[in-house]
């Protein structure tokens, strides 16, 4: 494996992503989804907010990973039927 200098960092960048598709490692989650125009389910919802407040996508990814983590902690309850008491757990 040849090592890049500083001066080059497209060519490295350029590599790494080759080297990342031939193993099996397409980062292809990066692609925003659309949004139903009025959405349903939970996930939708809290997307379709983060959206309307013009946040990152990855702050999205972010905050959705920290919603279902928080999920599957509390025994995976829907959040609209628990209150403070699992917050402050």
Known sequence: ???FTVADPCRLFY????????KGFANTDDILA???????????RFRAFIRTRHLAYRTEKTYCLWVREFILFNGKRHPESMGSAEVNQ
């Open 1 to 3: 494996m040849a090592i």
């Open 15 to 22: 590599t790494v992503q080759i080297i990342s598709i031939r």
């Open 34 to 44: 659309r949004l139903q125009p009025t959405p349903v389910r939970f996930m939708d």
